[in-house]
Each structure stands twice: as structure tokens, then as C-alpha cells.
């Protein structure tokens, strides 16, 4: 099944910028590049719990085709590949913080609970 353009027409700017972050993975993929700069994809992985391969693959091809992101390949062997934020990016993921902000106050609110991203790392080490 193709999936729909992603290039409006759109309502208004929230549309347009929803469009570019929908989906569970993509702003976490953002924050995760904006809190560690230059990050490999096991590494995101790692950081993004849950998310599984094929997801973070899509997630980075649609990232970087939208300009969010910069995939940097090596010329070794084997090849090394590295992503990081556009300054595109850099300025959505500030956009994003007043939303990042009043999602924490959410969780504080309701007393949801939080995954520890840094323990799910030690996990998968092991």
C-alpha cells in the first residue's frame, strides 16, 4: 500500500509541522539526536525503546528527506554510518520544547509513569 504525500495541502502551520513529526518514533528520534549530537543507528536504537528496525529505518529515510536529519556515511569496512541534526532540525526540536515542556508537567500531573531509557540500555548489554 503507498503511503500518502506528505506534502500538504495543509490547513495551517501546525498541520505542516504535525506532518513532519507524525508517528510515535520521529520526535523521539529528534530529541534523542538533539541530546546526544552525532548518534550511529544501533546506538538510537538503543535509545529509543520499543522502536523496532524497520520503524527506525522509515523514520530516518522520512527525517532525512525532510531535511531534519543528516545521514553521514564512511568510506570504511565495514561502512559506518552516523546521524545528526540539520540546523532545520535543530530548529524544529526547538520548537517542539514548549510541547516537550508541557508533556513533562503532564506526567508530573498525573503521576504517569516513565520509561528509563538509560537501564534499557544496560539491559540490552547484557
Not at 59 to 76: I, S
Not at 80 to 90: D, F, I, K, N, P
Not at 94 to 107: C, D, N, V
Amino acid at each position: 500500500m503507498a503511503k500518502a504525500p506528505r506534502r500538504g495541502p495543509y490547513i495551517c502551520g501546525i498541520d505542516a509541522a504535525l506532518d513532519l513529526v507524525s508517528g510515535k518514533w520521529k520526535g523521539l528520534i529528534l530529541w534523542e539526536l538533539e541530546a546526544h549530537g552525532v548518534r550511529r543507528f544501533a546506538q538510537l536504537r538503543r535509545g529509543l525503546p520499543g522502536v523496532s528496525e524497520k520503524m527506525l529505518t522509515q523514520h530516518l529515510r522520512e527525517l532525512e528527506e525532510d531535511g531534519l536529519v543528516h545521514r553521514k556515511v564512511h568510506a570504511e569496512v565495514p561502512p559506518r554510518v552516523e546521524y545528526s541534526l540539520t540546523e532545520h532540525g535543530r530548529t524544529l526540536n526547538q520548537a517542539l520544547g514548549p510541547l516537550g515542556a508541557w508533556g513533562s508537567e503532564r506526567i508530573r500531573r498525573d503521576a504517569a509513569e516513565m520509561v528509563d531509557a538509560a537501564s534499557e540500555d544496560r539491559a540490552a548489554l547484557r
